[in-house]
């Protein structure tokens, strides 16, 4: 377990100090695929350099199965950092080393014998699915398959906790997926903990189990991922689960009721829901903005309708919380 208790941090720039995180507090399971998000500046690679005291705390502790790493002496740190291993969006390997030469590198930092880490990094080769690129150099990969030697280095140490620093943000879109099912594999076969800092939300959506978002070097939101992105609390949340609607400020929206429908699992249908209500209820609703997915015949995203103001709102609500796994609210 992962214990994140009152944790500041303040850089001196420029003659004045810059408060990167203020009083931030977390708890990470064990076995946890936990999400840190927030736009730029928020802190959050920040904070995963606190985690593994890259970056030391102006104030409060990081507590590993209990014990406050802060405490540590040089040498236990540099023990307790082999469990606690990390991966950057620009990768790191060594260009003039081998990709299975790139994966022994740390065992042979810890003196291991040079047929043992050999094993080890044609194991990890094969876990990562680029057994047949041992002796093939990083500059002759693509991305992703630089980032996967790049997981499997992190791997070589058997660490209990790996930290991706915006991981995949290098990476399109069909990449990033494959790259989050190999972390999502090596959580689910390893047992390793796993700690994703992203400014992209559909990277937590399809990873993570648990998510904190991050705002001015705060924490203004955490908890199960589906609850905080149903039923987003904070205006940091709502910003990146809900993007601005284009055409917001348009003349013809003006006069418009806006509500906001979230889809959390919502039983899909042939016939969509806008046209079923004014089937059903002789309501019209004009669709602002829409972004929703099929998942299994379940309907997952969010909506926002805009109504006449002369009609009720409230048959308009009566008739959405007939329906199950959807969730509604006004927007001012």
């Known amino acids: 377990m992962i214990e994140i208790k009152n944790l500041s941090k303040t850089f001196n720039v420029n003659g004045g100090t810059v408060d990167a995180l203020s009083d931030v507090s977390l708890t990470i399971n064990d076995g946890d695929i936990y999400g840190i998000i927030g736009m730029s500046g928020a802190g959050k690679s920040t904070l995963v350099r606190c985690i593994n005291m890259l970056e030391r705390p102006t104030e409060g502790s990081v507590l590993i199965d209990g014990v406050d790493i802060g405490l540590m002496n040089k040498q236990e740190l540099r023990e307790e950092r082999r469990k606690i291993t990390m991966i950057f969006q620009g990768f790191n390997l060594l260009q003039q080393k081998t990709c299975l030469d790139n994966i022994a590198f740390p065992l042979a930092l810890a003196k291991v014998k040079k047929a043992e880490r050999r094993e080890k990094a044609i194991e990890l080769l094969r876990l990562v699915g680029l057994e047949d690129k041992a002796k093939v150099y990083p500059s002759q990969l693509s991305g992703g398959q630089q980032q996967r030697?790049?997981?499997?280095?992190?791997?070589?140490?058997?660490?209990?906790?790996?930290?991706?620093d915006e991981a995949t943000s290098a990476l399109d879109p069909k990449t990033t997926r494959q790259i989050l099912e190999l972390i999502k594999k090596i959580n689910r076969e390893l047992g390793i903990t796993v700690i994703i800092i992203t400014h992209q939300m559909s990277v937590v959506e399809d990873a993570c189990n648990?998510?904190?978002?991050?705002?001015?070097g705060r924490v203004v939101e955490e908890g199960e991922v589906n609850s905080v992105f149903s039923?987003?609390?904070?205006?940091?949340?709502?910003?990146?689960?809900?993007?601005?609607i284009e055409g917001d400020n348009d003349e013809s929206f003006v006069d418009l009721q806006r509500i906001r429908v979230v889809f959390n699992g919502a039983l899909a249908t042939s016939t969509p829901l806008v046209t079923k209500m004014a089937?059903?209820?002789?309501?019209i609703a004009n669709i602002l903005y829409a972004s929703t997915k099929s998942i299994q015949d379940k309907l997952y995203g969010?909506?926002?309708?805009?109504?006449?103001?002369?009609?009720?709102?409230n048959e308009v609500f009566d008739y959405l919380h007939s329906i199950e796994n959807i969730y509604a609210e006004v927007l001012e």
Do not use: H, Q, W
């Open 302 to 313: 969010s909506m926002i309708l805009g109504f006449d103001r002369a009609i009720d709102l």
């Open 279 to 283: 089937i059903e209820k002789n309501i």
């Open 210 to 216: 648990k998510v904190a978002i991050l705002d001015g």
């Open 231 to 244: 039923r987003p609390k904070s205006s940091a949340a709502k910003r990146l689960v809900y993007p601005e």
């Open 149 to 164: 030697i790049a997981i499997a280095r992190a791997l070589a140490t058997n660490p209990k906790i790996l930290l991706c």
